[in-house]
């Protein structure tokens, strides 16, 4: 089985920890197609911008009634922790940038954190001084984080230590609020660091009330687990609604998958306002708001008698918004099965492989939230036809975002409603700034692929040279001289099909599939 359709195969292993409440709901496709239809009066949806999602400042928190009368509850996108990139990927030696929900951020290793253990730390990403980004800066010496405009300086808990252009003597302007960065809850969970978008004081301990979702497999140590993370231009309901649909892997990735596609029996057991399980033959796929895809098993007796879990890969998947038309996917693979071998594979290797597979369906899905925005997600069942079990965990997706969010993102600031121009497809399947800068070990293995290549074109070049000094003295023999032009020759034809691999697996390759 390949990686591809070992994403919905039947998965094994423990829950995700910290369960959502469950409310016991049937959905089928046919059901939910009559609510939609069913629907009137009542709330009147927001519109939604051309990006997919509607502008708003804050979470919706509206009682207005449903249809039975009594008030919807609204999901809160503030009251959510989010991951910002697993740790492999985060130099401590320097600060990283992302947006996340239309926050600027930048994480930060503080190491004189917990007595000089250490600790990383998510502020705004804006200096107070003259609001440069602080993820261009640096952490300087003495461990303080430092913007590289004018020099100021801010410590873990966000408070500024030094400004160079104060007096020494003067007042310690320092020490003013306004010159403190905002900083947000944070916590390595996972080999993840997690963020909280909330940094107002109450929220300063709301790890002790909430935390991120957990997932067992990762950190146990019988499984080998490996994540990639990229950035992607379509947004965050057409991720999550990409992921959860497993009829897609035998055509949109064709090629990298058998074809052939066949029914499957999926049946929504549980929803709630935290998200929804979808039972299938031999296990679940879980969805728990608003980031995390998940495989469960529904094989307890195993666990119980303390057998060990039989071999298996699964996806674990988080989705990310990032802003309106963009999202962000950190994914990793945790197995229990040929954990020596996986742990030598060079990650590089494997990203390259994942890259193919995104690049294989992004443009279809950046067209399909285009073509949902020009009908209205509100409009979303007007306009998609899906008749079979196969599209059930899709509709319950949809369902979920229209009843608890308003078929719409409640981004943390004031976001545009229009969108963003449309993308070419070199665009939308770059690979070097959605992933490669942003991936240790890819940066590291492109970095060594082009010295490697500079070599061989030396290599190539030395040769020749060395062909035309010692022909007359050293290279007396047609076969010497053969022999040398021939290694000039693999020297260059190497340079040039390392050149070739490196465009496309680090920077931009087409998915044409009329072809695959």
């Known amino acids: 089985m390949s990686r591809i359709a070992s994403f919905y195969s039947p998965p094994q292993g423990g829950l995700i920890q910290q369960r959502p409440r469950r409310l016991p709901v049937s959905v089928t496709t046919a059901s939910l197609n009559s609510s939609w239809r069913r629907r009137r009066g009542g709330r009147r949806l927001l519109p939604v911008s051309p990006s997919g999602v509607a502008q708003h400042k804050a979470p919706l928190t509206s009682d207005a009634p449903s249809e039975s009368g009594e008030a919807e509850q609204q999901f809160d996108w503030l009251d959510q922790w989010y991951p910002f990139a697993p740790v492999c990927d985060l130099d401590p030696g320097a600060p990283h940038g ?39 800066g640096r952490v300087d010496g003495k461990g303080r984080l430092q913007c590289v405009y004018h020099g100021w300086c801010f410590g873990g ?93 035998p055509y949109a990735h064709k090629g990298l998958d058998e074809e052939g596609g066949v029914p499957m029996k999926a049946k929504i057991e549980q929803g709630s306002i935290e998200g929804f399980v979808s039972a299938m033959e031999g296990g679940n796929m879980r969805f728990q708001a608003p980031c995390t895809v998940h495989g469960t098993s529904t094989d307890k007796v195993a666990a119980a008698s303390g057998k060990a879990p039989p071999p298996h890969l699964r996806l674990v998947a988080f989705c990310i918004p990032v802003g309106p038309g963009r999202s962000r996917l950190i994914w990793g693979f945790p197995t229990n099965v ?21 690049d294989s369906d992004a443009y279809l899905v950046h067209f399909q939230e285009r073509k949902y925005a020009a009908v209205g997600l509100h409009n979303w069942h007007k306009a998609s036809y899906v008749p079979t079990s196969s599209d059930s965990m899709i509709v319950a997706y949809r369902s979920w975002f229209r009843k608890y969010c308003r078929n719409q993102v409640g981004w943390a600031t004031p976001q545009s409603i229009h969108a963003p121009p449309t993308p070419t497809k070199q665009e939308v399947l770059e690979r070097y700034w959605s992933h490669v800068v942003q991936c240790t070990s890819c940066s590291a293995a492109l970095k060594a692929m082009k010295a490697l290549e500079v070599f061989l074109q030396v290599m190539s070049v030395a ?25 000039a020759v693999l020297c260059f034809m190497a340079s040039r099909w390392l050149a070739d691999f490196i465009e496309k697996n680090f920077y931009f390759q087409d998915y044409v599939h009329a072809y695959r």
Request: with cysteine; net charge positive; proline share 7%.
């Open 98 to 136: 992302k947006t996340v929900l239309g926050l600027s951020l930048v994480a930060w290793y503080d190491r004189r954190a917990t007595g000089g253990a250490g600790e990383w730390r998510v502020f705004d990403d804006a200096c107070p001084h003259r609001l440069a980004p602080l993820s261009e």
């Open 157 to 249: 808990a966000g408070g500024c230590e030094f400004i160079p252009q104060a007096p020494a003597l003067g007042p310690a302007v320092h020490e003013s609020g306004r010159a403190r960065v905002g900083s947000y809850p944070c916590v390595v969970q996972n080999k993840l660091l997690w963020f909280y978008p909330r940094k107002e004081a109450e929220y300063k301990d709301v790890l002790r009330r909430k935390r991120p979702p957990y997932i067992p497999q990762i950190d146990d140590p019988s499984y080998f687990t490996e994540f990639g993370m990229r950035d992607l231009l379509y947004g965050y309901d057409v991720l999550v609604e990409n992921i959860i649909d497993p009829s897609h892997l």
């Open 463 to 487: 040769v020749v040279g060395f062909l035309a000094v010692t022909k007359e003295t050293l290279l007396r023999s047609a076969v010497q001289r053969a022999m040398v032009v021939s290694a």
């Open 338 to 358: 040929g954990v020596g071998l996986a742990k030598i594979i060079p990650r590089w290797f494997n990203h390259v492989v994942m890259n193919s597979i995104i």
